[in-house]
């Protein structure tokens, strides 16, 4: 290898590992995200349940009118500063139409590189076998609080009959701080329904990638180097 190519090379990978370093630099220190989950129909006291940070939240019994509810709440972990919560909630048919059952999921402490922009995608997939219908609603608030409703992201309602898995507006929005999602589903049921039904937000965090930034400074820098190449022949 030419020796003028081969201190482009070795320039462009020190600048790349700079770049790196300068990333992690900005990133907040790492944390682990607590997950919470509440159960509320009118005329009950709201049920919460909390877990320890890490875990998944389930919740099985009866509340309210309502018979064998069966809910999971998961914490989706990804790489850095990626994250998300995902729910499944299963109910029992239904005798008559009971009043509308809300179910929220929470994540807080959740952190954020200074600067960075941050992508909330969602969707809900519901199985709704009578008129049924389904609202959620999705928020981040950047008092980080539990069940925080600061900012909404999206909103939606299925009725039903239908199965189907449905797909709600993201939202891309600048956050410098530690801050909470959540995802409220209520379920306004006829009777005789038996729905199931799995809110999801899922929350990405892009950054540059330091080899993309490596690929193209090689050629620049080979451009660079034939060009003077050529003069000093000339």
Do not use: C, W
Not at 72 to 85: C, F, H, M
Not at 147 to 155: A, K, V
């Amino acid at each position: 290898m030419p020796q003028g190519v081969g201190a482009a090379i070795r320039f462009a990978i020190t600048f790349a590992t700079a770049l790196m370093a300068l990333i992690a630099l900005g990133r907040p220190a790492a944390a682990t995200p607590i997950l919470q989950l509440s159960i509320a129909e009118s005329g009950y006291a709201t049920t919460y349940v909390s877990t320890t940070p890490g875990n998944t939240i389930s919740f099985t019994g009866n509340y309210g009118q309502y018979v064998n509810i069966a809910g999971t709440g998961l914490q989706i972990i990804g790489y850095g500063d990626d994250s998300g919560i995902s729910f499944t909630v299963q109910i029992a048919k239904t005798t008559a139409a009971y009043s509308a059952l809300t179910i929220s999921l929470t994540e807080t402490e959740l952190p954020a590189s200074p600067g960075t922009v941050i992508l909330f995608q969602s969707y809900t997939s519901a199985t709704l076998h009578t008129a049924s219908t389904l609202t959620t609603h999705t928020y981040y608030d950047l008092t980080d609080t539990p069940y925080g409703t600061q900012n909404l992201i999206n909103s939606r309602t299925q009725t039903g009959p239908l199965s189907t898995t449905g797909t709600e507006t993201d939202l891309a929005v600048p956050i410098g701080q530690t801050y909470s999602i959540t995802k409220v589903a209520t379920l306004t049921p006829t009777a005789n329904a038996f729905p199931t039904y799995g809110p999801q937000l899922y929350v990405t965090v892009p950054e540059p990638s330091s080899f993309a930034v490596f690929g193209l400074m090689v050629p620049s820098l080979l451009m660079l180097h034939h060009r003077r190449r050529g003069k000093a022949a000339a």
